[in-house]
């Protein structure tokens, strides 16, 4: 590649690496985590072939980057309209199309963006008479906060009904998506690509059942259970993370230990954060914490799939002892209540 380039003739691969490169390895590590492999793999090839960043280049590619997200901060505040008329009047009307068609095409502003900048008990109002499958589909595109509240509101067959077509949803034609948008609010603004768009799933359900409270979750699950014990199960396994062991508190980490099998706790910790590790090791006497380190570095190479089915059989064993009411597991939704 040429050390001397335009940056309007970079690709827009070629800009993020410019700004990675920017921002230095230390917040640019913390954005990788964020990413996918592939994605990861093509950012850390352009980097390679980027040999040199002019100062000038990595101005107007920050400039460009702010730019974009001065307009998404807009956007979720009042709407694509809003952010054009303050963009217009910031930069001008050609910069204003030019940083909105970008943010539209890129970035693809996602259906019933009015619906997550409005209250959820409104929202309940506004949805629960729909059918199941309706509700279902308006809570995929929420922010899970917001289709918790709803979800923990609605009548407990609904629930389930609601719970299971999420769970199940796979994918939606724009043109479905957008009859409901009319049908539900017709100030929307639709700004739909003509591929299919994928909501909904298993991973949106356990991030709205992880913001319900704790009647609400249990009675969606025993009922999917009766309904798709497979698809329950699933659910459930999600729904608790090994990483989320930092959440719970030191006599919760303590009950827990005392259940667990060593032999899976130092298979577990093998590819742990540092986090995770230091929480366990903080409830352990300085004794076993020398054993359990001795066993993880004795241990040699191991497949990932064993450490991870390790990890799972703790994270059993943490679901079953909140189960019997043993240990509190904090909900993002607020503080459990303890009587």
Do not use: C, W
């Amino acid at each position: 590649m040429s050390e001397v380039i335009k940056t309007r003739e970079l690709t827009g691969k070629q800009k993020a690496a410019v700004l990675l490169i920017s921002l230095g390895p230390e917040i640019s590590a913390k954005v990788f985590k964020y990413l996918r492999e592939e994605e990861i793999e093509d950012l850390t090839l352009e980097i390679a072939n980027l040999r040199k960043v002019s100062p000038e280049m990595r101005e107007r590619v920050l400039q460009e980057f702010y730019e974009l997200m001065l307009a998404q901060e807009y956007i979720s505040q009042g709407g694509i309209e809003y952010a054009r008329e303050v963009l217009e009047k910031a930069l001008g009307p050609h910069r204003a199309d030019d940083i909105i068609a970008k943010l539209t095409a890129s970035l693809q502003v996602r259906p019933f963006d009015f619906a997550r900048r409005t209250d959820p008990a409104q929202l309940l109002n506004f949805i629960q008479s729909e059918h199941p499958q309706t509700i279902a589909l308006v809570m995929a595109y929420l922010r899970p906060e917001q289709a918790g509240a709803i979800l923990s509101a609605l009548p407990p067959d609904l629930q389930v009904d609601v719970a299971r077509r999420l769970a199940t949803m796979d994918r939606t034609s724009p043109d479905i998506l957008n009859e409901v948008e009319t049908a539900l609010e017709k100030r929307i603004s639709s700004f739909l690509t003509h591929e299919f768009m994928a909501a909904g799933g298993i991973e949106a359900t356990v991030e709205i059942l992880n913001r319900t409270d704790r009647s609400t979750e249990k009675t969606i699950l025993e009922a999917l259970a009766e309904q798709d014990p497979e698809l329950a199960e699933e659910i459930k396994r999600r729904m608790f993370v090994f990483e989320d062991i930092v959440t719970l508190d030191d006599r919760a980490i303590q009950h827990v230990l005392r259940e667990v099998d060593m032999k899976d706790l130092a298979l577990a910790l093998k590819t742990a954060s540092e986090d995770v590790a230091q929480r366990i090791y903080k409830n352990m006497s300085k004794r076993a914490v020398e054993m359990l380190k001795e066993d993880i570095q004795y241990m040699g190479p191991v497949r990932l799939r064993d450490v991870e089915d390790a990890q799972q059989r703790i994270v059993n064993v943490i679901r079953k002892l909140e189960e019997a009411g043993e240990i509190i597991i904090a909900r993002h939704g607020g503080e459990e209540v303890v009587v």
